[in-house]
């Protein structure tokens, strides 16, 4: 998946516009860094497109501890959109990396994040239909 199609596949999931979809695209991965380890970062920057694996850069090995809300909350203040927008694109971001990366580098990403984050998404084997909160 190239660029182009890595930024319309987010835009189309919520159906918003590209252009609002690269900043939340940024953000998201961004965030995704600070939560993952610097190893699982870089081994999924590798398999993004060129123009976004700086987002997944980090400075240090370590995985920052926190939340879903937190995480919805950093992504909303880096691509400064609506708290619901924030959200939807994470999301659509997380679907659009789901089909952009190999099946076990994107279940090794998952697998670093707290278990709420499964509400989102899911690994690729077993996402044959959307997830059901609270049934």
Known sequence: MNYTEFIQSVAT?????????????????????????????????MQLPEELRGDLRKPDEQAEPFELPEFFERV???????????????????????????????????????????QLTGPAATRLEPRRIGT
């Open 76 to 118: 909303q203040q880096r691509a400064a959109v609506e708290f619901q927008t924030a959200t939807d694109g994470v999301r659509a971001v997380l679907d659009t990396l789901r089909d952009a990366v190999s099946a076990k580098e994107y279940e090794d990403s998952i697998a670093q994040l707290p278990k709420e984050f499964w």
């Open 13 to 45: 999931r919520p159906k918003m516009s590209p252009t609002l979809a690269e900043p939340i695209t940024r953000a998201t991965l961004a965030t995704l860094a600070e939560r993952l380890s610097g190893g699982q970062a870089r081994d999924l920057a």
